[in-house]
C-alpha cells in the first residue's frame, strides 16, 4: 500500500497479483464437485417427488386407481432415499467428511438397493408387456411399469453420479486435511 505522504513500499508494486489470485488445486475441484453434487441432488427431489406424490395420490386415493396405480413395494423404501441427500447437503458447507460418508453409504443402501430391488420386482411384468403388450397398471394412460423403468433409469445415473462426486470430493478433502497436518 502507498502512503499519502511517502512513496510506495519496496515489493508492492502491484506486479505480484497473479500469485496471490491462485487457489489451491483441491479448493478448486472441492468447489466444482461440490456444484456438480448439488445440481444430482436437485434432480434426485424431482425423482423423489414424483415417487412420493405416486404414493400419495394411491394411498389416499385422490385418483381412481385405474388413472394412478398401487406404488410397487421397492417404492417404499425409497423414500428414505432423501436421507442421504440431506446429509450430502449438510456436509458441504464445513467440508465435514464423516457426514460424506455416512451420506455415500446410506445412498447405496437406501437409493441404489431399492432401486435395484424395484427392477427385479417389476421385471416379470414388464416381460409379459414387451411379450403381450397386456398393461395392467397405469399412471395417467401410460403403462405404469414403463413409466417406473425410466424413472429408475435416470434415479440410477443421479446416485451413481452422487456416489462418484462424493467419492471424488472425498479424496480432494482428505489430501487437503492431509497437507495441513504435514506442515
Known sequence: MTSRAGPRAAGTDGSD?????????????????????????????????????QVTIAHFKL??????????????????????SLLSSLAMPRNNISY??????????????????????????????YRHGKAYRFIFGFSAVSVMYLLMVIAIQVHAGQIYYSKKLLDAWFDSTQEKKKK
Do not use: C, N
Open 17 to 53: 497479483f497473479k500469485q496471490r489470485e491462485k487457489v489451491a488445486p483441491q479448493y478448486q475441484m472441492s468447489a466444482s464437485l461440490k456444484s456438480e453434487i448439488k445440481k444430482l441432488t436437485v434432480v434426485h427431489l424431482v425423482i423423489w417427488l414424483l415417487i412420493a406424490s
Open 100 to 129: 460424506l460418508v455416512i451420506s455415500m453409504i446410506s445412498a447405496g443402501l437406501f437409493s441404489v438397493a431399492p432401486l435395484i430391488f424395484g427392477a427385479m420386482e417389476m421385471f416379470p411384468v414388464a416381460q409379459q408387456l
Open 63 to 84: 385418483y381412481s386407481h385405474d388413472v394412478v396405480a398401487m406404488p410397487y413395494q421397492w417404492e417404499y423404501p425409497y423414500l428414505l432415499s432423501l436421507l442421504p
